[in-house]
């Protein structure tokens, strides 16, 4: 479609929203937002104005552009800001290779729950999980995904999700090309992940869900009840669940202002929406 269509970077589907309520906004599920925000802030502060919104949501693998970056002023003037920080552990290599290192990004956790005003208001994600081989060298950052969760609770983050990496065509596609083939997991054996990953999280306290997994309980990325729960004035927003999301997503209502054409330089070879 053309211009102000659907496959517009700058159109975004209201129609179907609540308007007796705040919006939600998403930054975004279908980039980074780490590199846009010369295209994201001017599409916030005009369109998404602080008196119409209940929640921003920053969805990103670079928490520190939320707090000390070209975000930080625009995002300062709205009543709540919730944080999907995603650390995989793979930044650095070549599967993420635009990525910082893992340490490296939860060095930025503390400023970023400062900035929010509580950990609460952040959800981490290790997202997704990988294992493939390479000349015979198996890679996985399953191992991984135990330690981030571990460092996380130390700060105070008690909320995570995750999720196995999709074997969409384009995802295999290129990781064959680079010399890489997938370890199929079996159901049995994504139970066992799920399970010790879930106890690592609950023994100290928190609470780790799937994202949209075949087998698991539906959980709530955008999560209206508990988004009205932090809001500083417990301000109501949507509950009803998203239109448009996948069969297994329980995410609530709300407007993404990204889109799929903002190609993210990040450069992870998993994801499906890169070419």
């Not at 930080?72 to 290599?93: M, N, Q």
Request: with cysteine.
């Amino acid at each position: 479609m053309g211009k102000g269509g659907k496959n517009d970077p700058n159109y975004h589907d209201d129609s179907r929203h609540d308007g007796r309520m705040k919006k939600v906004i998403t930054m975004s599920r279908r980039t980074d937002m780490r590199w846009f925000a010369e295209k994201l802030i001017p599409v916030l502060s005009e369109k998404y104005p602080p008196e119409k919104v209940h929640t921003v949501v920053c969805i990103t693998k670079f928490p520190g552009f939320i707090y000390n970056g070209p975000y930080a002023e625009a995002l300062k003037k709205y009543d709540h800001v919730f944080a999907h920080v995603t650390i995989t552990g793979l930044g650095g290599t070549p599967l993420e290779p635009n990525v910082p290192g893992w340490r490296d990004t939860a060095g930025e956790l503390p400023g970023l729950i400062e900035f929010l005003g509580s950990p609460e208001r952040i959800r981490l994600r290790v997202d997704p999980l990988v294992t493939i081989k390479k000349n015979g060298t198996l890679i996985s950052n399953i191992p991984l995904a135990e330690q981030i969760i571990v460092q996380a609770v130390e700060m105070g983050i008690f909320s995570f999700s995750t999720s196995f990496m999709e074997e969409y065509p384009r995802v295999k596609r290129r990781l064959a090309g680079r010399g890489y083939e997938i370890i199929t997991l079996t159901q049995d054996q994504r139970v066992r992940v799920i399970k010790r990953l879930k106890q690592v999280a609950q023994e100290r306290g928190g609470a780790l869900y799937t994202c949209a997994v075949p087998g698991f309980a539906t959980s709530k990325c955008i999560d209206g009840a508990l988004l009205q729960k932090l809001h500083p004035r417990k301000e109501p927003c949507s509950l009803e669940k998203a239109p448009g999301q996948r069969e297994l997503c329980g995410c609530t209502k709300s407007v993404d202002i990204g889109w799929y054409n903002m190609r993210c330089p990040s450069g992870c070879l998993y994801c499906y929406a890169g070419v």
